[in-house]
């Protein structure tokens, strides 16, 4: 009696301890379950923290570099509002307010652009010497285009034209040195001065004097390169005229290898060379450091194909002529 009872008692003891180990084992199995799927979670939720990190890194380091950007314009513009005093009181000039434009950017750029243009003939003639005879109706041009320059400024400005503040007449005094030194480059390229000694060693030592002075023009570039807002490459007018010179670049390609022995190839190859460099410039000069880390890819390879380009074409006449 007393033994059924116990059985009884122990039975479901032993019953209700298994089912709790049951239990208990379905419960550890979850919880790791949950653990492994939170582990996972937890891995999924780091990398994306990683990847805004980076990203908002970047994005730091750009608004820092637009804050430096902004510190350089504003010290810029209290250059240029220096400057502007002194043409507030001045702003009459002597000469015809119909010539007043030659002051605006429009013709700084039109001016510019005509410096531009010289530099890159002066480049083919180093390039090819034959080639000089052949441009140089062309390098006449563009004397007669600095010497209208040169007159309209006068007339306009007349005795504020060179006197007055270094950071303002500074480079009209420049221009002038350009002009006047284009002037007499031309005349003895034109052989004016045939009835003199042309062939004394002073008279070289002056011609070698003249050739260097041609590269003060490349100066009035670097000057509008620095003080002019580049902003307008990222627009998309500009991108699709530079993605317009890529195409008729690769069709240039195909016909040169088509027709190697057309002889004008050399002057499109040189006029395009220059308008991939003034996009790899504009663009440095806009963006600053952080061209080589945004678009890293792509800026990278563009800055090595315009590099490797001026030195095949540019670099290597240099040392060769």
């Known amino acids: 009696m007393a033994s059924s009872t116990l059985y009884r008692e122990t039975g479901p003891m032993e019953s209700d301890g298994e089912v709790a180990l049951s239990h208990n084992a379905d419960k550890i199995t979850l919880l790791h379950q949950k653990m492994e799927r939170r582990a996972e979670e937890k891995a999924a939720y780091t990398k994306k ?29 209290e250059q240029e509002l220096e400057e502007l005093g002194y043409h507030n009181q ?46 140089l109706w062309l390098d006449i041009f563009f004397v007669l285009l600095y010497i209208v320059e040169l007159v309209i400024k006068a007339v306009y400005k ?35 001065a045939e009835g003199s000694d042309m062939y004394c060693p002073t008279f070289l030592s002056y011609v070698r004097i003249l050739r260097l002075l041609r590269l003060v023009r490349v100066v009035k570039v670097i000057r509008v390169f620095f003080w002019s ?51 790899f410039l504009c663009r440095l000069r806009h963006r600053g450091l952080s061209y080589f880390y945004i678009d890293w890819f792509w800026n990278w390879l563009d800055m090595t194909i315009v590099i490797g380009g001026v030195i095949d074409e540019w670099l290597f006449s240099l040392f060769i002529f």
């Open 49 to 77: 923290l990683n990847i805004i990190q980076s990203y908002w890194m970047a994005k730091a380091r750009t608004l820092e570099e637009q804050i430096d950007d902004c510190s350089r314009e504003i010290e810029t513009s």
């Open 90 to 135: 001045a702003v009459r000039m002597p000469g015809p307010r119909s010539l007043a434009f030659v002051d605006s950017d429009i013709f700084t750029l039109v001016a510019t652009t005509i410096v531009t243009g010289n530099v890159i003939t002066m480049l083919v003639e180093l390039w090819d010497p034959a080639a000089t005879p052949e441009l």
């Open 158 to 192: 007349q005795r504020h034209l060179l006197i007055g503040p270094c950071s303002v007449v500074g480079w009209n005094w420049l221009d002038l040195v350009i002009c006047v030194s284009a002037v007499l480059d031309m005349w003895v390229r034109l052989g004016i």
């Open 229 to 279: 807002d580049f902003s307008w490459t990222d627009e998309h007018a500009f991108q699709s005229f530079i993605m317009g010179i890529i195409s008729l670049n690769t069709v240039l390609l195909a016909l040169e290898a088509d027709y190697p022995d057309v002889v004008y190839w050399v002057y499109f190859e040189n006029l395009l060379l220059a308008i991939f460099l003034f996009e």
